[in-house]
C-alpha cells in the first residue's frame, strides 16, 4: 500500500546554515508520529515544508503518490494546529472553525453547522458566539484544532501545540487529543521538544538532530534502544557506562567487570536508571554487581534518585516511592545490573 | 516637593503657551470690530459669513480638501503593498528602500517642493493639480506606512498562514484576514496624511497659482500683507478641525499611538 | 511564498514606480542643475558663490543661531512638561486633555501657530499689554521682525515634539531602575543623575537632533514672524525659485540645505538606535 506521506531526501538550507539535510520519511494513514529533537534541529522546518510555508532546495514531498513539494499551502490536503493557535482575532469563534469550509466553497448555513460539529467534538459548542480572545489558553487550542479538523484533511500537522498550557492541562490535552486522534483516523504529525509528550502520544518518534532523523521507531525502541549517544541523552536519563575491550570478540564494562560480545564502534552502554537495583546479601547470579558510594539523594515523591560513585564513574540508579530516602550521602551500597538489559551505544 | 512645585509650574505654563495662540485666534474671529481685536469686542459670526461669501475662499477650501483626500488614498493604496514588502520578506536593497520611501518625513519641504516645480516645469506638469497631487502623495505615504508597518508583526504572519492553511487564496487572504488587521492603522495614518497634506504650505507653494490656490498658501499670501477678522476666521475653522480629528483619533485608537515623534 | 520574487515584484512596482518619478528624479533634477550652467556645462560656480559670499555665511549663522536656541529651549520647556506628564500626573483624564492640548498645535497649520503670535506679539498685543500692565516695561518691546520673535514662533511649533519624544521615552523606563537605584541608598536626586537622565538621553539627543533639523529648514514661521527684516537660509531657497527665477543657484542652495539635513537626521538616528537600555 502506498503510504499517506513520503518524504524524499528532502533539504533545506538558510543563509549558510543547514535546517534540513536529506531527511527521508514515510507515513500512513492513521497514524500519529512526533516528530521530537532540541530547538533548532529542524522538526518545525521540517512541518513548515510539509505544510507548504516553505519550499525544500531539495527533495520532494508527496501525498498518496501526488508530488505537492511546490504546491501552495492552500492546495494541499492537510491543515495546521499552530504553535500560537493563530486564531483570528477578529472573527466569533464559530466564523473561526467555518472559515475553512467556507474556502472551500461550502454555503453559510452548512459551513456553519459543521463548525458546531466540530467544536461539539472538543467540547465547546457553547463558545461559538465568542470572541477568541473571550476565551482561556486551553478553550483557545481546542478551538484551533477544531479550525484544523473541520476540513476532516488526511493529515494533521500540530506545531507544539500544547507548549503554551500549564503542565497539569497540558497532561490532559495530551490524553484528549490521543482520543481524538483515534477517533477521527486522521495522521498526526506533532512536533515537540519533550520527550515524555512524545512518548505519551506518539505511535512512532521520529528523533531529529542537526537537520538529519537520527532514529525513526516506537517510544519503547527509542527509549530502551536508542540508535546513538544522542537519542540515548535526549530521551530519559541514561548512564552510559564505559566498556574497553577484552579479549577477541569481548568487551568488559569498566564499572563492574562484567563480559559482553564485542560491537563495531562500541564505546559505552546503556542502563536506564530502573535497570539498577540496590543488592543486599548475596547477589542472584545474573546480577553483575559493582559497590559504591551514594553521592547524593534527590526524591521527589514516586520515583527517589540516587547519584552512586563507582571509581570515577556517578551512576543515576531509581526506586519507586520515597523508601530509597533513608539513605545518606556516604553510605556505601552495592549495584547490581542485568547484563541482558545493556544496551551497546554506537558511535 | 519644591522640585515638584516647579516642574509643575513650569509644565503648566507649557501647557498654557501651547494654548495661548490658539484660544486668541478663535476669540479673535468673534469680534465684532473690522481690526483684530482680543478679547473680541462683541460676538459674531459676521466673519465665518463673509468667508462662504467669496469665491476663493471656497474654492480654495474646495482644493485642499479634495488634494489631501486624493493624496492620503493614493499614498493608502500604494504604502499596503509596500509595506507588505517591507514588512514580510528579507531582501537585497530592503534598508534601503524602506529608508527612501521614509525619507520624506526628514527632507525640507521647501527643497522638495522646489525640486516638483523644476522638474515640473521640465516634463509640463507644474502648478497644476497633479503637480500638487504627486508631491502630497509623496510626503504623506510615510505616514501610512509608519502606522500599517508596526502592526504586520510576526504573530499577523501567522494568521495569513493559518489562512492559507485553511485553504484560502492569498487574495482572499488579504481581504478576509490582513486587511481586517491592519484597519486600525491605515485609518490612524490615514488621518495623519490627510492633516498633513491639508496644513502643508511649504510644499504647495511652489506650485500654487491664483487660480488653483490652497486654504493654507492663500492664508500665507494673506497674512504676509493683511491680518483681520476674516484671516482669523479661516484659521478658527483649521483649529476646530483639528480638534474635531484628533478626538476622533483619540475615541477610534486612543492617543497612545500617537505618542511617537511626527513632523511638525 | 511559492515564489517570493515575483511576490516582491508585483508589491514593490508600484511603491517604487512612484516614488522613482515624482521623488527621485526631481531630486535628480535639482542635484543635476546644481552642478551646470545655463549652457549645459558642468560648472561649481553656484556652490562657489554660496562659499564666497559674505551674506551667506551671515544669512547661515544666523539660521544656525536661531535653530541651536530654539533646540536648546525646546528642550528646557518639552523636558519638564513631559516629566510632568509622565511621572507627577496621576489623573488619567487631566493627562489625555494635556495630550489632546499638545497634538492639537500639531494638526494646525504653521501659518495659524504663527498667526497666532503675529497678533499675540504685536506692538498692542497681549504680550505687550501683559508686560506693561505687569510693570515690567513702560514702552511696548518689539517682537515682530526680531529674533526674539522668530524663536518664540519656532519653540512654539517645534515643543510638543519634544515632549511627545521624551515622554514616549520617559514612559518606557522601568520604575525598577530607579527602585533598585533608591535600594542600593541613593537618593533621588543622584538617581535622577545616574539612572534616569542617561535611559532617557538617546531619545532626549534624537528628539533635540531632530528639532535643530526642522529649525534650520523651517520657512512659513520665520517668513510670518520676521517681517521681512530678517532672512534665513530656506527662504534664500523660495525666492531664487519664486522672484529670482535663477533655478541653478536656488538647486545648489537646496541641495545645501538637503545635504545638511540629511547628516543631522542620520547622527540623531544613530544616536537613537545606540544605547537603548536593556
Same mark, same amino acid.
Given at each position: ?347 | ?264 | ?28 533634477? +535639482?542635484? /543635476?542643475?546644481?552642478?551646470? !550652467?545655463?549652457?549645459?556645462?558642468? =560648472? $561649481?560656480?553656484?556652490? %562657489?558663490?554660496?562659499? #564666497? ?108 515634539? +519634544?515632549? /511627545?519624544?521624551?515622554?514616549? !521615552?520617559?514612559?518606557?523606563?522601568? =520604575? $525598577?531602575?530607579?527602585? %533598585?537605584?533608591?535600594? #542600593? ?94
Amino acid at each position: 500500500m502506498q503510504p499517506l506521506l513520503t518524504i524524499e531526501s528532502v533539504s533545506k538550507r538558510f543563509a549558510g546554515h543547514q535546517a534540513l539535510h536529506e531527511v527521508d520519511l514515510a507515513i500512513d494513514g492513521g497514524e500519529f508520529i512526533a516528530l521530537l529533537g532540541p530547538s533548532g534541529c529542524g522538526k518545525t522546518t521540517l512541518l513548515r515544508c510539509i505544510a507548504g510555508f516553505l519550499k525544500p532546495d531539495d527533495g520532494r514531498i508527496l501525498i498518496e503518490g501526488a508530488d505537492i513539494t511546490g504546491a501552495p499551502p492552500y492546495r494541499r490536503p492537510l491543515n495546521t494546529v499552530f504553535q500560537s493557535y493563530a486564531l483570528f482575532p477578529h472573527m466569533s469563534v464559530a466564523d473561526n472553525v467555518a472559515y475553512g469550509p467556507r474556502r472551500a466553497g461550502t454555503g453559510r448555513a452548512e459551513a456553519q453547522s459543521r463548525a458546531r460539529e466540530a467544536l461539539a467534538l472538543v467540547g465547546l459548542e457553547e463558545m461559538g458566539e465568542r470572541l477568541p480572545r473571550a476565551l482561556s489558553g486551553g478553550q483557545q487550542q481546542r478551538v484551533a484544532l477544531a479550525r484544523a479538523i473541520v476540513n476532516r484533511p488526511k493529515l494533521l500537522l500540530l506545531d507544539e501545540p500544547l507548549s503554551a498550557l500549564d503542565l497539569k492541562l497540558r497532561r490532559r490535552m495530551q490524553i484528549e487529543l490521543k482520543h481524538i486522534q483515534e477517533k477521527l483516523g486522521i495522521a498526526f504529525i506533532f512536533v515537540t521538544h519533550d520527550q515524555e509528550e512524545a512518548m505519551a502520544m506518539a505511535n512512532r518518534i521520529v528523533v531529529m538532530n542537526a537537520g538529519r532523523i537520527e532514529q525513526i521507531g516506537t517510544p519503547a525502541d527509542i527509549y530502551r534502544a536508542p540508535a546513538s549517544r544522542f537519542v540515548a541523552e535526549f530521551v530519559g536519563e541514561p548512564n552510559l557506562i564505559p566498556v574497553e575491550p577484552a579479549g577477541p570478540g569481548r568487551m568488559r564494562l569498566k564499572v563492574t567487570g562484567a563480559e559482553l560480545p564485542y560491537a563495531e564502534g562500541v564505546r559505552c552502554v546503556m542502563a536506564r536508571p530502573e535497570d539498577l537495583v540496590l543488592v543486599d546479601g548475596t547477589p542472584p547470579a545474573d546480577l553483575a554487581t559493582a559497590a559504591g558510594i551514594v553521592e547524593e539523594v534527590v526524591a521527589v515523591g514516586p520515583v527517589t534518585t540516587l547519584f552512586v560513585r563507582c571509581g570515577d564513574v556517578v551512576l543515576k540508579v531509581a526506586r519507586l516511592g520515597m523508601s530509597a530516602a533513608a539513605l545518606h550521602p556516604g553510605s556505601a551500597v552495592t549495584l547490581g545490573l542485568r547484563v541482558s538489559a545493556l544496551h551497546p551505544i554506537v558511535e | 516637593m519644591i522640585t515638584r512645585f516647579l516642574i509643575r509650574i513650569v509644565a503648566l505654563a507649557a501647557l498654557a503657551y501651547l494654548v495661548l495662540p490658539l484660544v486668541v485666534i478663535v476669540g479673535a474671529s468673534l469680534t465684532e470690530t473690522s481690526y483684530l481685536a482680543f478679547p473680541p469686542q462683541g460676538l459674531t459670526l459676521k466673519w465665518f459669513g463673509v468667508l462662504f461669501d467669496d469665491p476663493s475662499y471656497v474654492s480654495a477650501f474646495v482644493t485642499s480638501t479634495l488634494l489631501a483626500l486624493a493624496a492620503t488614498v493614493v499614498a493608502i493604496v500604494l504604502a499596503i503593498p509596500a509595506s507588505l514588502a517591507l514588512a514580510r520578506y528579507v531582501f537585497a536593497g530592503r534598508e534601503a528602500i524602506s529608508s527612501l520611501l521614509m525619507s520624506p518625513l526628514v527632507l525640507p519641504y521647501v527643497v522638495l517642493g522646489a525640486a516638483l516645480l523644476q522638474f515640473g516645469s521640465a516634463i509640463g506638469l507644474a502648478r497644476s493639480f497633479e503637480a500638487l497631487l504627486v508631491g502630497h502623495v509623496v510626503i504623506v505615504m510615510p505616514f501610512v506606512l509608519r502606522s500599517v508597518l508596526p502592526l504586520l508583526t510576526p504573530e499577523q504572519r501567522a494568521l495569513e498562514e493559518a489562512s492559507m492553511d485553511l485553504g484560502a487564496t492569498p487574495v482572499a487572504t488579504f481581504f478576509l484576514v490582513v486587511l481586517p488587521q491592519i484597519r486600525g492603522g491605515i485609518v490612524s495614518g490615514g488621518l495623519l496624511a490627510f492633516i498633513s497634506s491639508w496644513i502643508n504650505v511649504e510644499l504647495s507653494i511652489f506650485n500654487t497659482s491664483s487660480a488653483l490656490n490652497t486654504i493654507p498658501v492663500k492664508m500665507f499670501n494673506y497674512v504676509q500683507y493683511t491680518i483681520d477678522p476674516t484671516i482669523a476666521a479661516v484659521s478658527a475653522i483649521t483649529i476646530v478641525a483639528a480638534a474635531l480629528v484628533i478626538i476622533l483619533l483619540d475615541l477610534l485608537i486612543g492617543l497612545d499611538m500617537l505618542s511617537e515623534s511626527r513632523r511638525p | 511564498m511559492t515564489a517570493p520574487r515575483t511576490t516582491l515584484a508585483l508589491l514593490l512596482f508600484a511603491p517604487l514606480a512612484f516614488f522613482a518619478a515624482f521623488f527621485v528624479a526631481p531630486m535628480v533634477v +535639482v542635484a /543635476l542643475s546644481s552642478i551646470t !550652467a545655463d549652457d549645459g556645462a558642468l =560648472t $561649481a560656480a553656484h556652490y %562657489a558663490r554660496i562659499l #564666497l559670499d559674505q551674506y551667506h555665511w551671515d544669512v547661515l549663522w544666523v539660521t544656525f543661531r536661531i535653530a541651536l536656541l530654539t533646540t536648546l529651549i525646546c528642550m528646557l520647556v518639552g523636558f519638564p512638561l513631559a516629566w510632568y506628564l509622565v511621572r507627577i500626573v496621576r489623573w488619567r483624564a487631566w493627562r489625555r486633555a494635556c495630550v489632546i492640548l499638545i497634538i492639537v498645535p500639531l494638526f494646525t497649520s504653521n501659518i495659524v501657530r504663527s498667526f497666532g503670535w503675529m497678533v499675540l506679539l504685536g506692538r498692542t498685543g497681549l504680550v505687550n499689554q501683559g508686560l506693561m500692565g505687569l510693570g515690567l516695561t513702560e514702552r511696548p518691546i518689539r517682537f515682530l521682525g526680531t529674533e526674539t520673535g522668530i524663536l518664540i514662533g519656532l519653540v512654539y511649533i517645534l515643543v510638543p515634539f +519634544v515632549v /511627545l519624544t521624551v515622554g514616549n !521615552a520617559l514612559a518606557k523606563i522601568d =520604575t $525598577a531602575y530607579e527602585e %533598585a537605584s533608591a535600594d #542600593l541608598g541613593v537618593g533621588p536626586a543622584r538617581t535622577f543623575w545616574f539612572v534616569t537622565l542617561p535611559l532617557t538621553l538617546p531619545g532626549a539627543v534624537s528628539g533635540a537632533i531632530m528639532v535643530f533639523a526642522l529649525a534650520v529648514s523651517a520657512y512659513v514661521t520665520p517668513a510670518l514672524l520676521s517681517g521681512g527684516q530678517i532672512t534665513v537660509f530656506s527662504m534664500l531657497i523660495f525666492q531664487q525659485y519664486s522672484s529670482v527665477f535663477d533655478f541653478h543657484y536656488g538647486a545648489a542652495l537646496s541641495i545645501t540645505l538637503l545635504v545638511l539635513t540629511l547628516v543631522l537626521v542620520t547622527v540623531a538616528g544613530r544616536i537613537g538606535e545606540g544605547r537603548k537600555p536593556a
